[in-house]
């Protein structure tokens, strides 16, 4: 009767070297490997000064996922943001704004840090500037032909 570890390693007779085969059982042409055994002066293969498969893949793929985050990331939400902070400043009393609410109203009172909006004729609301979102619609005939 035969055991699992007989059926994979056969067990070296004297004087020969063992060959160590993973999966397949023992090499057939008898030599070792470079994979298994390492070379011919007993050093094992891959020792030295060699890099590891794929590592530079692996850099160059790092490197690659930052340029297309900041492309398709940093570089937008910076231009937003500085569009935003642009528009905040350009706001002047008697504009026509929607808030980040969906609050639509007119510039009663400005000052640095709060806008005032003019809601109806007798309705006046407070807001931080921030709150601002956009510009309400133009009118008709201000916006371009065929949009």
């Given at each position: 009767?035969?055991?699992?570890?007989?059926?994979?390693?056969?067990?070296?007779?004297?004087?020969?070297?063992?060959?160590?085969?993973?999966?397949?059982?023992?090499?057939t042409d008898?030599?070792?490997?470079?994979?298994?055994?390492?070379?011919?002066?007993?050093?094992?293969?891959?020792?030295?000064?060699?890099?590891?498969?794929?590592s530079s893949?692996?850099?160059?793929?790092?490197?690659?996922?930052?340029?297309?985050?900041?492309?398709?990331?940093?570089?937008?939400?910076?231009?937003?943001?500085?569009?935003?902070?642009?528009?905040?400043?350009?706001?002047?009393?008697?504009?026509?704004?929607?808030?980040?609410?969906?609050?639509?109203?007119?510039?009663?009172?400005?000052?640095?840090?709060?806008?005032?909006?003019?809601?109806?004729?007798?309705?006046?609301?407070?807001?931080?500037?921030?709150?601002?979102?956009?510009?309400?619609s133009a009118?008709?005939?201000?916006?371009?032909?065929?949009?």
């Amino acid at each position: 009767m035969r055991h699992d570890f007989e059926a994979i390693y056969l067990l070296p007779q004297e004087g020969e070297r063992p060959d160590i085969a993973f999966g397949g059982g023992p090499s057939t042409d008898g030599e070792a490997t470079q994979a298994t055994q390492g070379t011919a002066d007993g050093t094992g293969a891959g020792t030295g000064d060699q890099e590891q498969p794929g590592s530079s893949g692996f850099w160059i793929m790092l490197a690659l996922l930052f340029v297309f985050m900041w492309l398709f990331v940093i570089r937008p939400e910076s231009r937003r943001r500085k569009q935003q902070q642009e528009f905040q400043s350009s706001l002047t009393k008697g504009d026509a704004v929607v808030t980040a609410g969906g609050l639509h109203g007119t510039i009663a009172a400005i000052d640095e840090t709060t806008v005032t909006l003019k809601v109806s004729d007798t309705v006046r609301m407070k807001f931080d500037r921030n709150a601002v979102g956009r510009r309400a619609s133009a009118p008709a005939e201000e916006t371009p032909a065929g949009k």
